[in-house]
C-alpha cells in the first residue's frame, strides 16, 4: 500500500506540477484549463480522441473509488433500518450465458442508477470542470495526502516532539496546508467569475 500510494501520489505530482508550471510559464493567466482543445484546434484528431478516452478510463476508475464508499454507506443503513422490506433486502439470481449467475438486488440497481443520473446532470448544469476539481483537490489534498498520513507517522515511528525530524515534517504540513489554501483561494475566484457568465447545460 505504501508503495501504490507513494507511486501514485509521486506520478499525479509531477503530472500536475509540468501541466500548471509549462502552461503558466508559456500562457500566464491566460493558460487553458484543457490544453489539448484550450487554444481553439482539435487537430491531431487521434491525439484529441485519445487523450478523452485516457481522461473517460480516469474518471470511470476515479468515480467507482469515490462512490463505493457511498453506495456501501446509504445501503448498509437502508438494510439495517428496514430489514424486512423485501425490496432493499432480497437478492435475486439471475443467470447471464457465458457468465453465469449474478445476484441482483433491486434497491441496490435503482439507487445507484438514480445517483449516478442525478451526480451527471448536476455536472451538466454547472459545468465549471476546472474550478470544481481544483476546489475539490484543493480541500481534500492537505488532509488526506499530507496531514494525516504525517500524523500517522509520527504517532507510529513515536518521533519526539521539537525534534529535527519532527519540526521537518511539521514544516512540510504546514507548507502543503498554505499552498492547498492558495489554491482553494484561486479555485473559489475562478467560480465566482464563472458564475458571472453562467448559462446552464454550456461548458464555459
Given amino acids: 500500500m505504501k508503495k501504490a500510494s507513494l507511486a501514485g501520489v509521486m506520478t499525479t505530482t509531477v503530472f500536475y506540477v509540468l501541466c500548471g508550471c509549462i502552461g503558466y510559464a508559456a500562457f500566464g493567466s491566460d493558460a487553458p484549463g484543457n490544453f489539448l482543445t484550450g487554444f481553439g484546434f482539435y487537430e491531431p484528431f487521434w491525439l484529441i480522441d485519445f487523450a478523452n478516452v485516457c481522461i473517460a478510463v480516469h474518471l470511470i476508475g476515479a468515480y467507482q473509488v469515490f462512490t463505493q464508499p457511498i453506495f456501501g454507506f446509504v445501503e448498509s443503513r437502508s438494510s ?19 457468465c453465469g449467475v449474478l445476484s441482483v438486488n433491486l434497491f441496490r440497481m435503482v439507487w445507484r442508477t438514480v445517483y449516478v443520473i442525478i451526480t451527471t446532470i448536476i455536472a451538466m448544469i454547472f459545468p465549471f470542470f476546472n474550478d470544481f476539481l481544483g476546489l475539490i483537490g484543493a480541500a481534500s489534498f492537505y488532509p488526506l495526502t499530507v496531514y494525516f498520513p504525517i500524523e500517522m507517522h509520527i504517532a507510529q515511528a513515536k518521533i519526539p516532539r521539537f525534534s529535527f525530524t519532527w519540526m521537518w515534517l511539521k514544516i512540510l504540513s504546514w507548507t502543503c496546508m498554505i499552498v492547498s489554501l492558495i489554491a482553494a483561494a484561486g479555485s473559489i475566484q475562478g467560480l465566482a467569475h464563472d458564475v458571472r457568465r453562467f448559462q446552464p447545460f454550456k461548458t464555459q
Avoid at 439495517?80 to 457465458?98: D, M
Fill in 80 to 98: 439495517q433500518k428496514w430489514p424486512e422490506n423485501k425490496f432493499i433486502t432480497a437478492e435475486h439470481a439471475v443467470r447471464i450465458p457465458l
